[in-house]
C-alpha cells in the first residue's frame, strides 16, 4: 500500500493505483476534465516529496509541449508507489465548472 498526503490529508492507496483516483477516493477535490488522457492537464500536481523519477511518454509528451516540464505533473499518469506527499493544483470548487471531469479509467491507456 502506498501512503499518500495531497493537500494536507493522508490516505493509503493500493500500488499502482492511479494517483489521481486515489486522490478523489479520499474525497480531495481534483479537477480530470479529459478523463485522464493526458490532454488537459487539469489534474496537475507538484510534488512535495516521493515524486517519481520516470514519466509515462503520454504525460511527458503532454508536459514538453506546453514547456511544463519539471513545473507540475500530471496526477492521471502517475502510479501511486511508496510514501507520495502532493499539493492539488486545480480544484473543482474554484473552477466554476459543475463537475470534475469523466473519472478516468482505472488502467492508464495504452
Known amino acids: ?13 493500493p500500488d499502482g493505483q492511479r494517483l489521481v483516483l486515489a486522490i478523489e477516493d479520499a474525497g480531495i477535490d481534483i479537477l480530470h476534465r479529459c478523463g ?3 490532454r488537459c492537464t487539469t489534474c ?17 509528451a503532454k508536459l514538453e509541449s506546453g514547456d511544463n516540464l519539471g ?3 500530471l ?3 502517475i502510479l501511486c508507489a511508496g510514501d ?3 499539493n492539488v493544483l486545480q480544484h473543482l470548487s ?4 459543475s463537475d470534475p471531469g469523466p473519472r478516468p479509467d482505472d488502467e492508464i491507456p495504452a
Open 1 to 13: 500500500m502506498a501512503t499518500i498526503t495531497a493537500d494536507g490529508k493522508t490516505f493509503t492507496a
Open 36 to 38: 485522464g488522457n493526458a
Open 44 to 60: 496537475r500536481v507538484t510534488f512535495n516529496s516521493g515524486e517519481p523519477e520516470a514519466y509515462h511518454p503520454r504525460e511527458h
Open 71 to 73: 513545473s507540475f505533473r
Open 75 to 77: 496526477s492521471c499518469h
Open 84 to 86: 507520495m506527499d502532493v
Open 94 to 97: 474554484s473552477s466554476g465548472l
